[in-house]
C-alpha cells in the first residue's frame, strides 16, 4: 500500500513541476502579434472609458455658444481636412496622420476627471478620447467643433 501512495505523490509532483515550468515558459516568451488593446484590459477584463451623455452634451453646448459668440467672418477657415484625411473610429489606433489639438482649458475644467493613461485631443471635427500609452481612440464625439 505504502508503494502505491509513494508513486502517486511522485507523478503529482511531477505534474506541478510540468505546470510550472509550462507557465514559466509561457511568460518569458514575447509575443510579438499581441494586441496591445488586451494589455490594456480594453478587450477581455474592463469595458474601455467612454464619454458620458451629459459630457457630450458639454461638448456640443461649448462649441454651439462659441459659435454663436463670435461674428461670421468670411475668411475664419482658411485651412480646410482634405477628404482623403483619415478619421479617428472608436476602438481603433488613431492614425499617425491625425492632427491633434488639446481641448480649451475652459471646457476640460466642466467635464470630469480622467483616470491616468486616458487624455481628450480634438482630431479634425471631433473630439475623442484616447488611451494614451495604447494610443486607442476609446469613444468620439463626431463633428463636434466646427
Known amino acids: 500500500?505504502?508503494?502505491?501512495?509513494?508513486?502517486?505523490?511522485?507523478?503529482?509532483?511531477?505534474?506541478?513541476?510540468?505546470?510550472?515550468?509550462?507557465?514559466?515558459?509561457a511568460q518569458a516568451a514575447p509575443d510579438n502579434d499581441a494586441d496591445p488593446r488586451a494589455e490594456a484590459g480594453e478587450l477581455f477584463n474592463a469595458p474601455p472609458l467612454r464619454f458620458t451623455h451629459l459630457e457630450k452634451n458639454v461638448i456640443r453646448e461649448y462649441?454651439?455658444?462659441r459659435r454663436s459668440w463670435r461674428?461670421?467672418?468670411?475668411?475664419?477657415?482658411?485651412?480646410?481636412?482634405?477628404?482623403?484625411?483619415?478619421?479617428?473610429?472608436?476602438g481603433a489606433l488613431l492614425p499617425s496622420s491625425a492632427?491633434?489639438?488639446?481641448?480649451?482649458?475652459?471646457?476640460?475644467?466642466?467635464?470630469?476627471?480622467?483616470?491616468?493613461?486616458?487624455e481628450r485631443w480634438i482630431v479634425g471635427k471631433d473630439v475623442v478620447l484616447l488611451n494614451r500609452r495604447t494610443n486607442i481612440v476609446t469613444d468620439i464625439v463626431p463633428n463636434a467643433v466646427n
Open 1 to 25: 500500500m505504502q508503494l502505491v501512495t509513494r508513486r502517486r505523490l511522485r507523478q503529482v509532483a511531477q505534474l506541478v513541476l510540468l505546470t510550472a515550468a509550462v507557465a514559466a515558459t
Open 63 to 65: 462649441y454651439g455658444l
Open 71 to 90: 461674428p461670421p467672418e468670411p475668411q475664419q477657415r482658411k485651412f480646410q481636412a482634405p477628404s482623403s484625411e483619415k478619421r479617428a473610429t472608436a
Open 99 to 118: 492632427r491633434k489639438q488639446f481641448l480649451p482649458g475652459s471646457l476640460e475644467g466642466r467635464l470630469s476627471l480622467l483616470p491616468s493613461g486616458y
